[in-house]
């Protein structure tokens, strides 16, 4: 037989056996290690979560500006496009013909004027209402 036998060692000489160690037994439990990762994860997930929203909320507002900064670089194109024209002298003649009455040498200029036709509203009222349907089929189809 061996006389001389290894005992481990043992970090805590004070407390005996780590087994009967309250915090020992606490800190070595899957269920108490379980529950730090949990509470862990939560304050881990939190934050992200708000950090992501933000983030979602800034590009969308990015978005939304660059859709405005291309609508007014649009619009912005065609007002200068617009000033080109106004500045030509295609676009001065068009304006003294329609405005001034101006024409070029050699011209001729035609006037067309609108005459509207002003029907009596009492006269049209009174033959719609007069005779019954035969005599207005009559009439369609004969006057």
């Given at each position: 037989?061996?006389?001389?036998?290894?005992?481990?060692?043992?970090?805590?000489?004070?407390?005996?056996?780590?087994?009967?160690?309250?915090?020992?037994?606490?800190?070595?439990?899957?269920?108490?290690?379980?529950?730090?990762?949990?509470?862990?994860?939560?304050?881990?997930?939190?934050?992200?979560?708000?950090?992501?929203?933000?983030?979602?909320?800034?590009?969308?507002?990015?978005?939304?500006?660059?859709?405005?900064?291309?609508?007014?670089e649009s619009q912005n194109r065609q007002l200068k496009d617009l000033v080109a024209y106004l500045q030509s002298d295609q676009s001065l003649e068009e304006q003294a013909r329609l405005n001034?009455?101006?024409?070029?040498?050699?011209?001729?200029?035609?006037?067309?004027?609108?005459?509207?036709?002003?029907?009596?509203?009492?006269?049209?009222?009174?033959?719609?209402?007069?005779?019954?349907?035969?005599?207005?089929?009559?009439?369609?189809?004969?006057?």
């Amino acid at each position: 037989m061996i006389k001389n036998k290894n005992h481990p060692r043992v970090l805590n000489p004070v407390a005996g056996s780590s087994s009967d160690n309250f915090f020992y037994r606490l800190v070595s439990s899957q269920r108490f290690l379980a529950i730090i990762g949990l509470v862990f994860l939560v304050v881990i997930i939190f934050p992200l979560a708000k950090t992501y929203s933000q983030r979602r909320l800034v590009e969308k507002e990015i978005a939304d500006v660059k859709s405005q900064i291309n609508g007014f670089e649009s619009q912005n194109r065609q007002l200068k496009d617009l000033v080109a024209y106004l500045q030509s002298d295609q676009s001065l003649e068009e304006q003294a013909r329609l405005n001034l009455n101006l024409k070029k040498p050699g011209e001729g200029v035609i006037v067309v004027e609108d005459k509207k036709i002003d029907i009596d509203e009492t006269s049209a009222t009174t033959t719609a209402s007069a005779g019954n349907n035969l005599q207005k089929w009559w009439h369609y189809f004969f006057n």
